[in-house]
């Protein structure tokens, strides 16, 4: 089936740092998703992009879906130590008669105070 | 508040055992699904749900099975569990419309489950 590449699979960075990771696939998507799981609870919808090139910020998060439409990543500017968490990438192939939502294996952030 | 539900959040149980995983959400979402979370392998979709009386089958459907009598509520059942069904699962729910900012998922908090 189809299969997302998420990388890194973890990251250590200080306070203050920037992170970026991202997503690949050999597959066509029409919608990518990136999610935030904090320990013990479910993920988090971050950022939706909808349209190839699409570039959506939210805060200190920066999204892109990339122009092949097999790609995205994610940015975080300044990390802060709430931003500690599993991250994950998501797409949504297209299909008719509603939706499929496949995601990456995540990136565990660390952020050392 | 709008929230999707899980219970129980932990569970412990033995090998063959049945055991029910209740999901609600109170937000009249057509769509919910179920998704179990494992260490280097993220989400993986098990069922998902259309609507009432409409369910289908997701990439590791084997060994459970589902049910839709009611919008707001979608169950998990595991028939005879095993140890390799223990995971951590993930109920979730959306609208289902044209539009795709419509097909956000809301999910609710895990349920642990140990197969011994």
Sequence with gaps: GQQLNQSPQSMFIQEGEDVSMNCTSSSIFNTWLWYKQDPGEGPVLLIALYKAGELTSNGRLTAQFGITRKDSFLNISASIPSDVGIYFCAGQPLITGGFKTIFGAGTRLFVKA | ?116
């Design chain 2, 1 to 116: 508040e709008a929230q999707v539900t899980q219970n129980p959040r932990y569970l412990i149980t033995v090998t063959g055992k049945k055991l029910t995983v209740t999901c609600s959400q109170n937000m009249n979402h057509e769509y919910m699904s179920w998704y179990r979370q494992d260490p280097g392998l993220g989400l993986r979709q098990i069922y998902y749900s259309m609507n009432v009386e409409v369910t289908d089958k997701g990439d590791v459907p084997e060994g459970y099975k589902v049910s839709r009598k009611e919008k707001r509520n979608f169950p998990l059942i595991l028939e005879s569990p095993s140890p390799n069904q223990t995971s951590l699962y993930f109920c979730a729910s959306s609208y289902l419309g044209a539009s795709p900012s419509y097909n956000e998922q809301f999910f609710g908090p895990g349920t642990r489950l140990t197969v011994l």
